[in-house]
């Protein structure tokens, strides 16, 4: 097998590939340029686009030439994939601006792991395309039935499909024929919800110019507690600092069930395959060793060594004796945090008021829930009443620490009045 291909199998990459033996003979005759689409519909990536730039950097690392594509022309549209309605239109302004700070964290990324990638936009081709001609030269390519037939779209049927999502396949196909003319590109990855638009992309190069290309996709990441990838009670998990800072990045990794531990760490990282297992063996306790590294790894390379350092500390600190009163200012100073007056404490503040103050509720309804559930902390001792009051005498050195369950806390400063 070729190594390429080896690696990504062996890692969970593979999914689904049209022509496996021809990709795989293509492969062993020399270098394959191949692509992976990102559209900037969002401001930022987040954990769910991390597979591909992980597969990317892999397979250049064998020696294989990488183009990431930003869709700030298919993004004016919305892939339909994996959507149950259709996606909010953006401004163009929107997604310019989007497509710029994506392609920051892309090269970051790759930077971090010694690789580059050509980077293009595909608003440079499919912005100023007249609609008629399109339709003559690669519309008529198309079969209704045969796009009717994949899943995406099947599943859209049933709760209504729009025109302006039907011609998404078109685009994307377009795209890499593009791609194939100019660059000379045989191959698009991407998650296996794009198997449907990959293949389009593959059939129309064939049809056009009579020659072969191939598509390759990932399974789609779920975690072992029914939760979605990269999702959170908050939201989803971005790359953006701005929008999820790196200690709360951080603590999702290192807060996965222990089930998904050895798959996040061939898909998230680059830790060769026999320290995997080895890691991936670990129970009980000890499988903690195993998430940390996880956790250490995945914000090095989004968020650079120092911030995975002080994270990993202000982790140990939280979860130590006195809310990590021992730790470093630094280490501390990572764990998410609010303050209150000293005044808003005497005139009366019960637990209920003060964890609706953070992002570990969202309302008081839902602090009144954590608490008789008691899944409510503060220092450390578990909220026993929503009526229980909190006092001057709570803060210790000016400050709490909040947790809600086992793995979420949050930091409270208390300012006293002038």
Same mark, same amino acid.
């Given at each position: @097998? ?24 293509? @492969? ?179 049809? @056009? ?121 630094? $280490? ?16 009366? @503040? ?16 839902? $602090? ?51």
């Amino acid at each position: @097998m070729n190594q390429a291909l080896a690696v990504l199998e062996q890692r969970g990459f593979l999914q689904q590939c049209t022509d496996r033996q021809a990709l795989q003979a293509a @492969m062993d005759a020399g270098p394959v340029t191949f692509y992976v689409g990102l559209d900037p519909t969002g401001p930022s990536l987040h954990a769910g686009h991390l597979v591909p730039l992980f597969a990317m950097v892999h397979l250049a690392r064998a020696g294989h030439n990488p183009i990431a594509l930003i869709g700030a022309g298919t993004a004016r549209i919305g892939d339909p994939s994996g959507k149950t309605e259709m996606r909010r239109m953006l401004s163009i302004e929107d997604i310019a601006r989007n497509a710029r700070s994506i392609q920051r964290q892309v090269e970051r990324f790759l930077e971090t792991q010694g690789t580059r990638a050509s980077i293009v936009n595909n608003a440079d081709w499919l912005a100023d395309l007249k609609y008629i001609e399109f339709l003559r030269d690669i519309g008529r390519h198309f079969s209704v039935n045969r796009m009717l037939s994949f899943e995406t779209y099947r599943k859209r049927l049933e709760t209504g499909l729009s025109f302006i999502e039907f011609n998404y396949q078109l685009l994307q196909s377009y795209d890499f024929a593009v791609l194939n003319q100019q660059y000379n590109c045989r191959l698009q990855i991407g998650g296996d919800d794009q198997w449907g638009n990959i293949v389009s992309g593959a059939d129309l190069i064939r049809r @056009m110019y009579a020659t072969d290309a191939w598509g390759l996709t990932f399974p789609l990441v779920t975690r072992a507690d029914g939760q979605k990838m990269g999702k959170t009670e908050q939201g989803a998990v971005f790359l953006d600092p701005a929008m999820v800072s790196p200690y709360e990045f951080f603590q999702y990794w290192r807060n996965v069930p222990d089930a998904d531990v050895r798959k996040f760490l061939y898909l998230y990282t680059f830790v060769d395959a026999a320290e995997v297992e080895e890691l991936g063996n670990l129970r009980d306790q000890q499988i903690n060793r195993a998430k940390e590294r996880l956790a250490l790894e995945l914000t090095r390379m989004v968020h650079g060594q120092a911030e995975a350092d002080t994270s990993l500390q202000a982790a140990r600190a939280a979860f130590g004796a006195n809310g990590g009163a021992v730790a470093g200012a630094e $280490a501390r100073s990572a764990i998410p945090e609010t303050s209150v007056a000293l005044s808003a404490i005497r005139d009366g @503040m019960t637990a209920v008021e003060l964890f609706s103050l953070t992002d570990l509720c969202s309302s008081k309804a839902e $602090a009144r829930r954590l608490i008789t559930q008691k899944g409510a902390r503060i220092n450390d001792r578990v909220v026993e009443s929503i009526d229980e009051a909190v006092t001057a005498e709570s803060f210790a050195g000016d400050e709490l620490l909040l947790r809600a369950g086992r793995k979420r806390h949050f930091r409270v400063r208390l300012v006293r009045d002038r």
